[in-house]
C-alpha cells in the first residue's frame, strides 16, 4: 500500500537532500570546506539571512511578500548605533528600541497592504526605499561605531557555552527559529497566518477582522527584521548605511526553497531553516572554490529560479 505524502513534507524532505548533497560536493570539492571553523562561518552567516527568511515566512504565506526586509534590516541597525552611541542608552535598551523599530516598520507595511489596500509588492518596494533612504539621512551616510561598548559585539560573536566556539548569533537563529515554530503551528496567530493564505475572502466571512491580522503578521515579520539587524549590527561592530540591498532577494529564496508556496497558504519554518542552510553552503563553497563573485550571483539566480520554478510545479499537481 503506497502511504500518501503531502508535497510540503516532499519538498522539505527535497530540500534536506539537496543540503546534504551539496555538503558532500563541496567537502569532496575541498578539503577546507568541512573545517570546524568553516562549518562556523557557515552557521553565522546563517543567521542574519536566516533570522529574515523566518519573519518573510510569516508574510509569504498569507500569500503576500516583503521587498523591505533587507534595507529595513539595515535602519534597525543604525536606529540601534544612534540609540546606544548618539542618545547613550544602556545597551540592553538600545537593542530592545532596535528590534521594535523593526516591528514598527512592518506595522507600516502590514498598515499599507491592510489599510491602504496597496499591493504588498508596491506597499513593501517603497517602505525599502523610505527604509534605506532614512538609514543614510540619520547616519549621514556615514558608519556608526560601538567602539566605546565592547560588550556589544559579544551579542552576535561571543559565546555563552564555554569550550564550545560557536557565536552566541548561531543560538539566537535557533531561538527564532523555535520562536517562529510555535507562533506559526501552536497559535492563533499561525491559524489566520494559513487561513489567510488559502482563502483570504473565506476567512473575512466567517467573522475575521483581516485587516487587523495582516498588519499583526508584517508586525511578527518586522520583529525578525529587527533581531536580524541587531545581529548585523553586532557582528560588524557598527552600522553600516549602505548594507542591506540583496538580503531581501536571498531570504525570499530560502523560504521558497524550503517549501513554502508564494501562492500562499503552505510553508513551514523547518522548511524554511533549511533553505537557509542551503543558500550559506552554496555561497560559502562557491567562495571556498574560488569561483568569482559575479559568477556567484549567476549561480545564486539560477537557484532562485529553479526553487519558483518547482513552486509553480507543486501548485500545479496540487
Known amino acids: 500500500m503506497r502511504l500518501p505524502i503531502r508535497s510540503g513534507a516532499l519538498q522539505q524532505v527535497?530540500?534536506?537532500?539537496?543540503?546534504?548533497?551539496?555538503?558532500l560536493f563541496f567537502s569532496l570539492a575541498s578539503p577546507n570546506f568541512f573545517q570546524f571553523s568553516n562549518i562556523v562561518g557557515i552557521l553565522l552567516s546563517t543567521s542574519v539571512i536566516g533570522i529574515l527568511a523566518l519573519g518573510v515566512t510569516f508574510v509569504i504565506i498569507t500569500g503576500g511578500i516583503d521587498l523591505s526586509v533587507g534595507t529595513a534590516m539595515t535602519l534597525c541597525s543604525v536606529m540601534t548605533g544612534v540609540f546606544i552611541t548618539f542618545?547613550?542608552?544602556p545597551t540592553p535598551l538600545g537593542v530592545v528600541l532596535g528590534i521594535l523599530f523593526g516591528a514598527f516598520a512592518g506595522f507600516l507595511s502590514g498598515l499599507a497592504v491592510a489599510k491602504m489596500k496597496i499591493p504588498p509588492f508596491i506597499a513593501t518596494l517603497a517602505v525599502m526605499m523610505i527604509a534605506k533612504g532614512l538609514a543614510l539621512v540619520i547616519s549621514g551616510t556615514k558608519p556608526i561605531y560601538f567602539s566605546d561598548t565592547p560588550e556589544f559585539s559579544q551579542i552576535a560573536l561571543g559565546t555563552i557555552i564555554p569550550g564550545l566556539a560557536i557565536p552566541n548569533a548561531v543560538w539566537i537563529f535557533l531561538i527564532m527559529a523555535i520562536f517562529g515554530y510555535i507562533v506559526l503551528s501552536k497559535t492563533v496567530i499561525g491559524r489566520y497566518?494559513?487561513?489567510?493564505?488559502?482563502?483570504?475572502?473565506a476567512t473575512r466571512l466567517s467573522g475575521v477582522n483581516v485587516n487587523r491580522w495582516k498588519i499583526i503578521i508584517y508586525s511578527i515579520a518586522g520583529l525578525f527584521t529587527g533581531v536580524a539587524?541587531?545581529?548585523?549590527?553586532?557582528?560588524?561592530?557598527?552600522?553600516?548605511p549602505a548594507l542591506g540591498l540583496g538580503y531581501e532577494l536571498e531570504a525570499i529564496a530560502a523560504v521558497v526553497i524550503g517549501g513554502t508556496s508564494l501562492s500562499g497558504g503552505k510553508g513551514t519554518m523547518i522548511?524554511?531553516?533549511?533553505?537557509?542552510?542551503?543558500?550559506?553552503?552554496?555561497?560559502?563553497g562557491l567562495r571556498i572554490l574560488s569561483v568569482p563573485q559575479e559568477w556567484q550571483t549567476v549561480v545564486v539566480g539560477i537557484?532562485?529560479?529553479?526553487?519558483?520554478?518547482?513552486?509553480?510545479?507543486?501548485?500545479?499537481?496540487?
Open 271 to 284: 522548511g524554511t531553516v533549511i533553505g537557509a542552510l542551503i543558500m550559506s553552503v552554496l555561497t560559502n
Open 193 to 201: 497566518t494559513f487561513a489567510l493564505g488559502s482563502n483570504e475572502e
Open 229 to 240: 539587524g541587531v545581529l548585523m549590527a553586532s557582528r560588524l561592530n557598527s552600522a553600516q
Open 14 to 23: 527535497l530540500a534536506f537532500a539537496s543540503l546534504i548533497v551539496l555538503i
Open 87 to 89: 542618545w547613550g542608552f
Open 303 to 318: 537557484v532562485i529560479i529553479l526553487a519558483v520554478y518547482a513552486d509553480i510545479l507543486r501548485r500545479q499537481k496540487a
